[in-house]
T-cell receptor, first 113, second 113 residues
Framework: DAGITQSPRHKVTETGTPVTLRCHQT?????MYWYRQDPGHGLRLIHY???????DKGEVSDGYSVSRSKTEDFLLTLESATSSQTSVYFC????????????FGPGTRLTVL | KQEVTQIPAALSVPEGENLVLNCSFT??????LQWFRQDPGKGLTSLLL???SQREQTSGRLNASLDKSSGRSTLYIAASQPGDSATYLC????????????WGAGTKLIIKP
């Protein structure tokens, strides 16, 4: 394993509630990413981070926010969950300088009722 | 805008056959291209990464090629086994990106015993 975990692994919530997903890495890598994966769409980038407190929007950032107060933790928050945010969420990190490989967490399956 | 396409979306072949998975892209200005494997309910695992200056990379029974001029990459799997059953995704890193990958939707491969 590349040292990246996600929690929770599964979550069911109701429309309108806030939800926070956590990504934790033990590799001290600079770049981290949040993706969502939906049938027929492949992976779509939500937000990414290139350092502590340095984040930027991806392709599908509306309704999501992120925070990175420590190198090892990257949090994704759904401010007010909607049914369209039902998805599988993956966190990833880029390998060390000199490598562009991304290492993925196991994913979080989120269901918004 | 760069687009990545993987056709077919699904493929079923008998065990032992050699097979080719395809990935096409619309803009040749790429830094590299990667192939990933995803098992059901799991995260993604990087298989091979080809830099833009390279033509191919090999790992065991896998060989990935890159032809920027035609906007095409292929993943060749030799002597397929049931354990190769998974979804295979390609992703490329454009030259003008901040380490943001652009993903294909994947090909679901089933190897029949």
């Amino acid at each position: 394993d590349a040292g990246i975990t996600q929690s929770p692994r599964h979550k069911v919530t109701e429309t309108g509630t806030p939800v926070t997903l956590r990504c934790h890495q033990t590799e001290n890598h600079r770049y981290m990413y949040w993706y969502r994966q939906d049938p027929g769409h492949g992976l779509r980038l939500i937000h990414y981070s290139y350092g502590v407190k340095d984040t930027d929007k991806g392709e599908v950032s509306d309704g999501y926010s992120v925070s990175r107060s420590k190198t090892e933790d990257f949090l994704l928050t759904l401010e007010s969950a909607t049914s369209s945010q039902t998805s599988v969420y993956f966190c990833a990190m880029k390998g060390p300088t000199g490598t562009d490989t991304q290492y993925f967490g196991p994913g979080t399956r989120l269901t918004v009722l | 805008k760069q687009e990545v396409t993987q056709i077919p979306a699904a493929l079923s072949v008998p065990e032992g056959e050699n097979l080719v998975l395809n990935c096409s892209f619309t803009d040749s200005a790429i830094y590299n291209l990667q192939w990933f494997r995803q098992d059901p309910g799991k995260g993604l695992t990087s298989l091979l990464l080809i830099q833009s200056s390279q033509r191919e990379q090999t790992s065991g029974r896998l060989n990935a090629s890159l032809d920027k001029s035609s906007g095409r990459s292929t993943l060749y799997i030799a002597a397929s086994q049931p354990g190769d059953s998974a979804t295979y995704l390609c992703a490329l890193l454009p030259r003008d990106s901040n380490y943001q990958l652009i993903w294909g939707a994947g090909t679901k491969l089933i190897i029949k015993p």
